[in-house]
Nanobody, 116 residues
């Protein structure tokens, strides 16, 4: 089992920045891919960004150029730096771990609210 705990969410104004953190514990491995997802009210959960064990990253088109995902394998932690936030970024943000082909482990989520 892998436990994930997110932190760093909050209420900000449009144009502000936030940095989310997700600490993993339990049967973790630096070989696992890690990612960030979000779910806004009335919408399906969507992937925001992911990072492989080697540092290869993926970003949703909606956040490219504004968000940056990174990881510290020594600390089993993944980060999401969010700049130039927009009201449409408002959602609950979840981190997840992908040991193999599927995202098997999830955090409890952290709320990000961006006011206009």
């Amino acid at each position: 089992q892998v436990q994930l705990v997110e932190s760093g969410g909050g209420l900000v104004q449009a144009g502000d920045s936030l940095r989310l953190s997700c600490a993993a514990s339990g049967r973790t491995s630096s070989a696992y891919a890690m990612g960030w997802f979000r779910q806004a009210p009335g919408r399906e959960r969507e992937i925001v960004a992911s990072i492989s064990w080697s540092g290869t990253t993926y970003y949703a088109d909606s956040v490219k150029g504004r968000f940056t995902i990174s990881r510290n394998n020594a600390r089993n932690t993944v980060y999401l730096q969010m700049n130039s936030l927009k009201p449409e970024d408002t959602a609950v943000y979840f981190c997840a771990v992908r040991p193999a082909g599927t995202w098997d482990y999830w955090g409890q989520g952290t709320q990000v609210t961006v006011s206009s």
